[in-house]
């Protein structure tokens, strides 16, 4: 994406940015000047400039996310913004769901979240500055078989990030919520097979690619978005190649 907004000298840290979505955001950040820092499982493409940086952290440990945090401000000095991409989705009905995979979905799509924002809210709040961006889904609205452990962790992050959002207000903190739409990624491509349900979500809503999300994303990031505790919602869209 070509860099419509200036990051020069800002830190975001994507959590999940290894892959998808997150992964174009931390290259679009970068391309517009700043240092993005990747927390994820696994790793994910160079960025030419070298200012996307990798950190192999699973956001539902709490005491690795504040270490990893840790070092980014010890690095970099600052976070200026956090996005919390880093999610699961597994396929599971209620009537067999194994605890372990409930509390796993909810360890890393919810309390992943709590932990990143508990880890970098003290610098914002001590520089009186900072955004945060959760992601919500349109199957916590509308539901889906088999993606209740997902969808449950959706909702749950919509009520957390207003929430947060009027707990940090008095600092000039930022919290918003994203429904990025239909966005093919590898987590898209794992819930949705090849076929029929693709299709659906071709005529439902059409097929994103992360790209196309970005701007949105850099857009909630800048000072040109003062909104807080809202939500930017991309329900339908056309691909970038269309719009121009
Ligand atoms: N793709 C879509 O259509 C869509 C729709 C609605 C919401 N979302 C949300 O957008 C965000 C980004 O999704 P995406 O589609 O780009 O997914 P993706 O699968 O491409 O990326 C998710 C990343 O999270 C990482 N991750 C998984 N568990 C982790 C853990 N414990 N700790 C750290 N990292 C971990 C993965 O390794 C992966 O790199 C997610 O929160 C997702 O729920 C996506």
């Known amino acids: ?9 800002e830190v975001l840290v994507v959590t999940g940015g290894a892959n998808g979505i997150g992964a174009a955001l931390a290259h679009a950040y970068a391309d517009a ?18 200012r996307v940086r ?11 996310v504040r270490a990893a945090t840790a070092r980014v401000l010890a690095e970099h000095g600052r976070i200026d913004a956090l996005v919390a991409g880093a999610a699961v989705q597994p396929r599971c009905d209620v009537v067999d769901m194994d605890p372990e995979q409930w509390r796993r979905t909810l360890a890393v799509n919810l309390d992943g979240v709590v932990w990143c924002a508990q880890a970098v809210l003290p610098d914002m709040i001590a520089r009186r500055s900072g955004t945060i961006l959760v992601f919500a889904s349109g199957l916590a609205t509308a539901g889906r078989a088999q993606a209740s452990a997902y969808a449950a962790s959706k909702g749950a992050l919509i009520a957390f990030a207003k929430s947060l959002a009027a707990e940090v207000a008095e600092h000039r903190i930022r ?8 966005v093919d990624t590898p987590q898209f491509r794992q819930a949705n097979p090849a076929g ?11 097929i994103g ?3 196309d999300v970005v701007g949105p994303l850099m857009f909630l990031l800048s000072p040109a978005a003062t909104m807080t505790g809202s939500t930017l919602t991309r329900d339908r869209a056309y691909p970038r190649s269309e719009t121009k």
């Open 175 to 182: 919290v918003n919520t994203v429904f990025p739409g239909v």
């Open 54 to 64: 990798e950190h192999l952290v699973d956001v539902s440990d709490r005491d690795a």
């Open 1 to 9: 994406m070509e860099a419509s907004f200036d990051a020069t000298g």
């Open 209 to 211: 690619t992360p790209a």
């Open 33 to 50: 000047g700043g240092t993005a820092v990747v927390f994820d499982v696994t790793s994910g493409q160079p960025h030419p400039g070298g």
């Open 196 to 206: 029929g349900e693709r299709e659906h979500w071709e005529r439902a809503t059409g």
